[in-house]
C-alpha cells in the first residue's frame, strides 16, 4: 500500500494556459477536462473552462489543478509548492522554466544549511520554492578553496 501526496492549484479561467506552461516545464503527459465533458457545472460559461487537469511527469511527479466556477469563491494563496531532491540537472532545469515570466524572489543560490535553495512566484501566481540537497554542499568541498 501507498499513499501520495498531491498538490492541486485552482485557477481564475487560466487553468489550461497553466497546467499547459507546467506540462512544458515537468514535461509528461498532460489530460485536460472540461466542465462539459463531465455535463457541465450548470452555468455555460463554465462550459470550456477545466475542471480537472493532471500531469503525470515520467519522474513520477504529479500536479493537478482546476478552473474555479462561476459562483464558487476564489480561496486565495495560502501556501506554496517545494520541489526537492538531490537530481540538480533536473531541479535547476525546472527552477529556471518555471521562473519564465514569473518573479524569483530568491535567487537559487547556496542556503545557509548547504543546500542550494531558491524561491519564485510563476506567471500564475504560484509560489514555488526549490531545494537541491548537498549540491552546493559538494561542488563547494570539491573547490580548490576547501583544500
Known sequence: MSVVLNPYLHFESTAR?????????????????????????GDPDDDEKIMHGQIDAPNGL????????????????NGSISLSGDDE???????????????????????PWGDSFGMLVD????????????????AESNSPDSM
Open 89 to 111: 540537472t533536473a531541479l535547476t532545469g525546472f527552477f529556471e522554466g518555471l521562473a519564465t515570466g514569473g518573479t524569483i524572489s530568491e535567487p537559487l543560490t547556496r542556503a
Open 17 to 41: 494556459e497553466a497546467m499547459t506552461f507546467y506540462a512544458s516545464v515537468f514535461g509528461g503527459t498532460l489530460t485536460l477536462n472540461t466542465f462539459a465533458d463531465f455535463g457541465g457545472s
Open 123 to 138: 506567471r500564475f501566481g504560484v509560489e514555488w520554492l526549490v531545494n537541491i540537497s548537498g549540491a552546493a554542499a559538494a
Open 62 to 77: 504529479v500536479l493537478m489543478g482546476s478552473d474555479i466556477p462561476a459562483g464558487m469563491e476564489s480561496s486565495g494563496s
